[in-house]
């Protein structure tokens, strides 16, 4: 198994250029969740999606879009790209249950300009 | 406000000492989450505690959870320069959501 993954691993953006940053899992896990971390912080969950077709808001979703049409990806969308969303950018999955820890992809660090 | 608190937010120990990392949440989670993260990389699963009074030991770490408290505490016993790393714990917001607040973490440097 791959595990987690996500591409790309580095991104430069200008102010107001928008992207997809890409995740996907081959563990037939339910639950799928972004966060983002920055520097000498925690992570904070920005969405989180619970199966295929259901997606929810986290702490801090603000100019982030995402979607879950396979069980597998879980793409997230920056619309508007700010450098208030530069970042490193961590996806997780699990089975879903609440006993269930998370699986973290490598990250995807986001520099906008 | 929903808080996740960790402390200390540094440590730095010689080998062979012990010392305790504590976790305090005012969420109502009745489950917690311990992660470690090495520099530059993403985040692993250490262990996960699902009830009060849960203690769960691997190698030298230790985990308990005392959710009438809200504390969690991470005990390191006989440090070894292999577990520096910064340590991060983790609750739901509210019992059977899946809203996850992570502490800001707990950066451990081990001495030689």
């Known amino acids: 198994n791959a595990g987690v993954t996500q591409t790309p691993k580095f991104q430069v953006l200008k102010t107001g250029q928008s992207m997809t940053l890409q995740c996907a899992q081959d563990?037939?896990?339910?639950?799928m969740s972004w966060y983002r971390q920055d520097p000498g912080m925690g992570l904070r969950l920005i969405h989180y999606?619970?199966?295929?077709?259901?997606?929810d808001q986290g702490e801090v979703p603000n100019g982030y879009n995402v979607s879950r049409s396979t069980t597998e990806d879980f793409p997230l969308r920056l619309l508007s790209a700010a450098p208030s969303q530069t970042s490193v950018y961590f996806c997780?999955?699990?089975?879903?249950?609440?006993?269930?820890?998370?699986?973290f992809g490598p990250g995807t660090r986001l520099l906008v300009l | 406000e929903l808080k996740v608190e960790q402390n200390p937010l540094f440590l730095s120990m010689q080998e062979g000492k012990n010392y305790t990392i504590y976790c305090n949440y005012s969420?109502?989670?009745?489950?917690l989450y311990w992660y470690r993260q090495d520099p530059g990389k993403s985040l692993e699963s250490l262990f996960v505690?699902?009830?009060?009074?849960a203690v769960k030991q691997e190698g030298r770490l230790m985990a308990s959870l005392d959710t009438k408290a809200r504390l969690s505490t991470l005990h390191i016993t006989a440090a070894v320069h292999d577990l520096s790393a910064t340590y991060f714990c983790a609750v739901d917001m509210a019992s059977g959501t899946y809203k996850y607040i992570f502490g800001t973490g707990t950066r451990l440097k081990v001495l030689a």
């Open positions: 563990m037939n896990h339910e639950y």
């Open positions: 505690l699902l009830s009060n009074g």
């Open positions: 997780a999955s699990s089975f879903g249950a609440y006993q269930e820890t998370q699986y």
């Open positions: 999606s619970v199966g295929a077709g259901i997606t």
């Open positions: 969420t109502t989670s009745d489950r």
